[in-house]
């Protein structure tokens, strides 16, 4: 199964950020990009990709103590980018520091259950951002869609758990279809 490990903003937090998304569907060029559902919007901590059934209790455990050693901390959706004009996201504000310590940690966790897929030393490099859309077919300036994104300041809430998600991946092939997220686990921060 194709596995991250997530923090998942709670519901208010995407409502707020919905609103400034309908505003930007209606920029010239919005229709050409695929946006994501709100319903999987996600902070991606940990990419694992396929996990073999035998490897997830050795996940699970390693994640659980990960989340074990961590304090909830403030969090906030702020501001957005683009990665060249592939991607546009929704950046995070609040205790960073503590959301970049909780990637290593569930990258490390990947790492010691021995998925194949997880990365070493990307925790240092990890940019927290939720992806909200994704240029289709032909290239789309996303230039005017971060900009409208950068005065964006949502509400803080508390980060609480890490989640374990599969992404299932469409099969159907019909155009414009989306991954959907299931939550598989998620553990409370408790230290």
């Known amino acids: 199964m194709r596995l991250f490990a997530a923090v998942l903003p709670p519901q208010e937090a995407v409502e707020e950020l919905a609103a400034r998304a309908t505003d930007l569907r209606s920029l010239p060029g919005a229709e050409a990009l695929r946006w994501t ?22 996940l699970s455990a390693r994640l659980a103590r990960a989340a074990g050693r961590a304090a909830p901390f403030p969090l906030a959706l702020h501001g957005g980018g683009r ?13 960073v520091a503590a959301l970049r310590l909780l990637a290593g ?29 994704r240029s289709g077919r032909r290239a789309t300036d996303l230039r005017p869609y971060a ?7 949502g509400r803080a809430w508390e980060v609480r758990a890490l989640s374990l998600v599969r992404s299932r991946l469409p099969a159907s092939g ?18």
């Open 147 to 153: 900009e409208a994104l950068g005065s964006f300041e």
């Open 174 to 191: 019909v155009a414009g279809e989306r991954p959907r997220y299931e939550t598989v686990a998620h553990w409370e921060l408790s230290r």
């Open 37 to 58: 559902e709100r319903s999987g919007w996600h902070f991606t901590l940990a990419f694992y990709g396929e996990v073999e059934e035998e490897t997830l209790p050795g």
């Open 105 to 133: 940690r569930a990258e490390a966790a990947g790492r010691r259950a021995g998925v194949p897929g997880a990365p070493g030393d990307a925790g240092r490099s990890y940019r927290p951002h939720l992806t909200l859309a």
């Open 83 to 95: 990665f060249g004009d592939r991607a546009l996201w929704a950046g995070a504000s609040g205790d």
